[in-house]
């Protein structure tokens, strides 16, 4: 399911038109954006929780060369389904 649909889908079971549920995705994404670049923690209670953690520095190495070399460390967003919501699942 893609943001066209998922617009479709949410205007068609609400009657709000398109260009509203448009309007207020591309709000609630600027939202999580500016909390997550924040360090802040969004818990939507009963659906989700979003927040960032920071992912070590690792090692790799690159198989046809032998060449190994580091991925530096790195802050990564992360998501966790609530049990209520994986239940209804």
Do not use: C, H, W
Not at 39 to 58: A, H, M
Not at 75 to 88: D, E, G, L, N, Y
């Amino acid at each position: 399911m893609n943001k066209k649909l998922i617009i479709k889908t949410i205007s068609k079971n609400t009657n709000i038109p398109k260009v509203t549920v448009e309007r207020v995705l591309d709000g609630l994404e600027t939202v999580v954006l500016d909390a997550l670049r924040k360090g802040e923690v969004i818990n939507l209670t009963g659906f989700l929780k979003l927040y960032t953690k920071q992912r070590n520095e690792r090692t790799f190495v690159n198989f046809q060369t032998g060449e190994t070399f580091v991925a530096p460390v790195k802050t990564v967003p992360a998501i966790r389904f609530s049990p209520i919501f994986i239940k209804k699942l």
